[in-house]
Protein backbone atom coordinates (compact mmCIF):
# COMPACT_ATOMS: atom_id res chain seq x y z
CA UNK A 1 0.00 0.00 0.00
CA UNK A 2 1.13 3.42 -0.27
CA UNK A 3 -1.09 4.85 1.99
CA UNK A 4 -1.78 8.60 1.74
CA UNK A 5 -0.10 10.36 -1.14
CA UNK A 6 0.39 14.01 -2.30
CA UNK A 7 1.43 16.09 -5.10
CA UNK A 8 3.17 18.32 -5.69
CA UNK A 9 5.58 18.17 -2.95
CA UNK A 10 6.48 21.87 -3.14
CA UNK A 11 5.11 24.60 -5.40
CA UNK A 12 5.26 28.60 -5.87
CA UNK A 13 2.71 30.54 -6.87
CA UNK A 14 1.76 34.43 -7.95
CA UNK A 15 -0.78 35.76 -5.98
CA UNK A 16 -4.13 35.11 -8.39
CA UNK A 17 -2.94 31.98 -9.66
CA UNK A 18 -5.13 28.67 -9.07
CA UNK A 19 -3.83 25.62 -8.87
CA UNK A 20 -5.20 22.06 -7.58
CA UNK A 21 -3.20 20.14 -4.50
CA UNK A 22 -3.98 16.46 -5.65
CA UNK A 23 -4.45 13.87 -2.62
CA UNK A 24 -4.94 9.92 -3.05
CA UNK A 25 -5.21 7.10 -1.03
CA UNK A 26 -5.35 3.40 -1.60
CA UNK A 27 -6.70 2.06 1.56
CA UNK A 28 -10.65 1.96 0.50
CA UNK A 29 -11.05 5.18 3.84
CA UNK A 30 -14.48 6.86 3.58
CA UNK A 31 -13.00 10.00 5.76
CA UNK A 32 -10.14 12.62 4.39
CA UNK A 33 -9.58 15.59 4.77
CA UNK A 34 -7.23 19.18 4.01
CA UNK A 35 -5.32 20.98 7.14
CA UNK A 36 -3.18 23.60 6.91
CA UNK A 37 -0.20 23.81 9.47
CA UNK A 38 1.17 27.41 9.86
CA UNK A 39 3.88 28.08 12.81
CA UNK A 40 2.24 28.77 16.04
CA UNK A 41 -1.24 27.86 14.77
CA UNK A 42 -0.80 23.97 14.95
CA UNK A 43 -2.89 22.47 12.02
CA UNK A 44 -6.30 23.56 10.81
CA UNK A 45 -9.49 21.97 9.09
CA UNK A 46 -9.80 23.18 5.89
CA UNK A 47 -12.19 20.63 4.09
CA UNK A 48 -13.51 17.13 5.14
CA UNK A 49 -15.32 14.20 3.55
CA UNK A 50 -17.08 11.68 4.98
CA UNK A 51 -17.34 9.55 1.66
CA UNK A 52 -17.67 10.07 -1.77
CA UNK A 53 -20.10 12.79 -3.23
CA UNK A 54 -20.03 14.38 0.34
CA UNK A 55 -17.94 17.34 1.72
CA UNK A 56 -18.46 19.85 4.45
CA UNK A 57 -16.32 22.74 5.27
CA UNK A 58 -13.98 23.01 8.42
CA UNK A 59 -13.16 25.60 10.10
CA UNK A 60 -10.69 27.70 7.67
CA UNK A 61 -12.71 26.85 4.06
CA UNK A 62 -12.03 30.75 2.52
CA UNK A 63 -10.39 30.61 -0.78
CA UNK A 64 -10.40 26.56 -1.02
CA UNK A 65 -12.46 24.10 -2.90
CA UNK A 66 -13.04 20.80 -2.46
CA UNK A 67 -14.47 17.74 -4.21
CA UNK A 68 -14.76 13.66 -3.47
CA UNK A 69 -15.75 12.08 -6.75
CA UNK A 70 -14.35 8.60 -5.89
CA UNK A 71 -13.30 7.26 -2.51
CA UNK A 72 -9.69 6.93 -2.90
CA UNK A 73 -8.86 11.03 -4.58
CA UNK A 74 -9.58 14.32 -2.82
CA UNK A 75 -8.21 17.28 -4.69
CA UNK A 76 -8.01 20.76 -3.38
CA UNK A 77 -8.56 23.75 -5.25
CA UNK A 78 -7.23 27.21 -4.34
CA UNK A 79 -9.26 29.33 -6.75
CA UNK A 80 -7.13 32.60 -6.58
CA UNK A 81 -3.97 32.36 -4.68
CA UNK A 82 -3.07 34.80 -1.95
CA UNK A 83 0.11 35.38 0.37
CA UNK A 84 -2.04 34.48 3.05
CA UNK A 85 -2.30 30.75 1.67
CA UNK A 86 1.80 30.33 2.17
CA UNK A 87 1.55 27.00 4.35
CA UNK A 88 2.13 23.69 4.54
CA UNK A 89 -0.44 21.32 3.38
CA UNK A 90 -1.45 17.94 4.92
CA UNK A 91 -4.49 15.47 3.49
CA UNK A 92 -5.34 13.02 5.66
CA UNK A 93 -7.53 9.74 5.40
CA UNK A 94 -9.19 7.46 7.97
CA UNK A 95 -11.46 4.42 8.39
CA UNK A 96 -15.19 5.60 9.06
CA UNK A 97 -18.88 4.99 8.59
CA UNK A 98 -20.46 8.39 7.56
CA UNK A 99 -23.21 8.13 9.77
CA UNK A 100 -20.91 6.96 12.77
CA UNK A 101 -18.47 9.63 13.68
CA UNK A 102 -17.56 7.65 16.85
CA UNK A 103 -15.78 5.01 14.76
CA UNK A 104 -13.02 7.28 13.06
CA UNK A 105 -9.88 5.74 13.95
CA UNK A 106 -6.33 6.55 13.36
CA UNK A 107 -5.47 9.13 10.62
CA UNK A 108 -3.38 8.28 8.24
CA UNK A 109 -1.44 11.33 6.64
CA UNK A 110 0.36 12.38 3.92
CA UNK A 111 3.95 13.70 3.59
CA UNK A 112 2.65 17.04 2.71
CA UNK A 113 3.11 20.25 0.45
CA UNK A 114 4.90 23.44 1.07
CA UNK A 115 3.06 26.10 -0.96
CA UNK A 116 4.54 29.74 -0.98
CA UNK A 117 2.40 32.29 -2.69
CA UNK A 118 4.34 35.61 -3.87
CA UNK B 1 -11.23 28.64 16.41
CA UNK B 2 -9.72 25.28 17.13
CA UNK B 3 -11.31 22.92 19.56
CA UNK B 4 -8.24 21.55 21.40
CA UNK B 5 -5.47 23.63 23.01
CA UNK B 6 -2.37 22.36 24.21
CA UNK B 7 -0.61 23.06 27.39
CA UNK B 8 2.62 23.78 27.37
CA UNK B 9 3.41 25.26 24.14
CA UNK B 10 7.14 24.13 24.49
CA UNK B 11 8.66 21.83 27.08
CA UNK B 12 12.12 20.78 27.82
CA UNK B 13 13.28 18.02 30.20
CA UNK B 14 16.39 16.19 30.31
CA UNK B 15 16.14 12.26 29.49
CA UNK B 16 15.07 9.74 31.52
CA UNK B 17 12.48 12.38 33.25
CA UNK B 18 8.93 12.17 32.28
CA UNK B 19 7.06 14.92 30.09
CA UNK B 20 3.39 15.72 30.73
CA UNK B 21 1.61 17.31 27.84
CA UNK B 22 -2.02 18.88 28.48
CA UNK B 23 -4.87 19.08 26.16
CA UNK B 24 -8.26 21.35 26.93
CA UNK B 25 -10.90 21.47 23.99
CA UNK B 26 -14.91 22.72 23.73
CA UNK B 27 -17.55 20.37 22.60
CA UNK B 28 -18.34 16.95 23.40
CA UNK B 29 -16.23 14.02 21.56
CA UNK B 30 -16.74 10.69 20.35
CA UNK B 31 -12.69 10.15 21.03
CA UNK B 32 -9.43 11.60 21.40
CA UNK B 33 -6.25 10.85 19.66
CA UNK B 34 -2.82 11.92 20.39
CA UNK B 35 -0.35 12.34 17.51
CA UNK B 36 3.52 13.47 16.95
CA UNK B 37 5.46 15.11 14.05
CA UNK B 38 8.68 15.14 13.60
CA UNK B 39 10.55 18.53 11.93
CA UNK B 40 7.63 19.21 9.86
CA UNK B 41 6.79 15.88 8.24
CA UNK B 42 3.36 14.46 8.39
CA UNK B 43 1.72 12.91 11.93
CA UNK B 44 2.44 9.77 13.29
CA UNK B 45 -0.85 8.30 14.82
CA UNK B 46 0.03 7.44 18.86
CA UNK B 47 -3.35 6.70 21.16
CA UNK B 48 -6.99 6.73 21.08
CA UNK B 49 -9.02 7.34 23.99
CA UNK B 50 -12.67 6.67 23.69
CA UNK B 51 -15.35 9.07 25.61
CA UNK B 52 -16.29 6.29 27.70
CA UNK B 53 -12.70 5.44 28.72
CA UNK B 54 -10.73 7.15 31.63
CA UNK B 55 -7.06 5.94 31.09
CA UNK B 56 -5.28 4.35 28.42
CA UNK B 57 -1.04 2.80 28.22
CA UNK B 58 0.81 1.98 24.88
CA UNK B 59 4.62 1.41 25.58
CA UNK B 60 5.87 4.86 27.23
CA UNK B 61 2.75 6.46 27.21
CA UNK B 62 0.13 7.06 29.42
CA UNK B 63 -3.51 8.76 28.13
CA UNK B 64 -6.47 9.97 30.43
CA UNK B 65 -9.34 11.74 29.55
CA UNK B 66 -11.58 13.54 31.83
CA UNK B 67 -15.26 14.37 29.47
CA UNK B 68 -16.34 16.47 33.08
CA UNK B 69 -13.41 18.79 32.87
CA UNK B 70 -13.07 18.44 28.90
CA UNK B 71 -9.17 17.52 29.07
CA UNK B 72 -6.73 15.11 28.40
CA UNK B 73 -3.11 14.39 29.62
CA UNK B 74 -0.54 12.83 27.68
CA UNK B 75 2.62 11.06 29.97
CA UNK B 76 5.67 10.06 28.00
CA UNK B 77 7.34 7.97 30.94
CA UNK B 78 11.53 7.96 30.99
CA UNK B 79 12.31 9.83 27.93
CA UNK B 80 14.29 10.26 24.92
CA UNK B 81 15.99 12.02 22.72
CA UNK B 82 14.61 10.45 19.98
CA UNK B 83 10.73 11.71 21.68
CA UNK B 84 12.09 15.12 20.94
CA UNK B 85 9.41 16.05 18.42
CA UNK B 86 5.73 18.19 18.37
CA UNK B 87 2.77 16.49 20.37
CA UNK B 88 -0.85 17.49 18.93
CA UNK B 89 -3.98 16.14 20.26
CA UNK B 90 -7.28 16.09 17.87
CA UNK B 91 -10.83 15.33 19.29
CA UNK B 92 -13.26 13.66 16.82
CA UNK B 93 -16.98 14.54 16.79
CA UNK B 94 -18.42 14.56 13.58
CA UNK B 95 -14.99 15.79 12.28
CA UNK B 96 -11.28 15.57 13.45
CA UNK B 97 -9.87 18.79 14.52
CA UNK B 98 -6.22 19.37 16.35
CA UNK B 99 -4.97 21.46 19.01
CA UNK B 100 -2.09 23.64 18.58
CA UNK B 101 0.54 21.49 20.17
CA UNK B 102 3.25 20.85 22.12
CA UNK B 103 6.82 21.24 20.91
CA UNK B 104 9.28 18.67 23.42
CA UNK B 105 12.89 18.98 23.68
CA UNK B 106 14.27 16.05 25.28
CA UNK B 107 18.21 17.04 26.28
CA UNK B 108 20.58 13.97 26.13
Known amino acids: NAGVTQTPKFQVLKTGQSMTLQCAQD?????MSWYRQDPGMGLRLIHY???????DQGEVPNGYNVSRSTTEDFPLRLLSAAPSQTSVYFC?????????????????FGPGTRLTVL | SQQGEEDPQALSIQEGENATMNCSYKTSINNLQWYRQNSGRGLVHLILIRSNEREKHSGRLRVTLDTSKKSSSLLITASRAADTASYFC????????FGTGTKLQVIP
Open chain 1, 27 to 31: MNHEY
Open chain 1, 49 to 55: SVGAGIT
Open chain 2, 90 to 97: ATVYQKVT
Open chain 1, 92 to 108: ASSRGRPKNPSSYNEQF
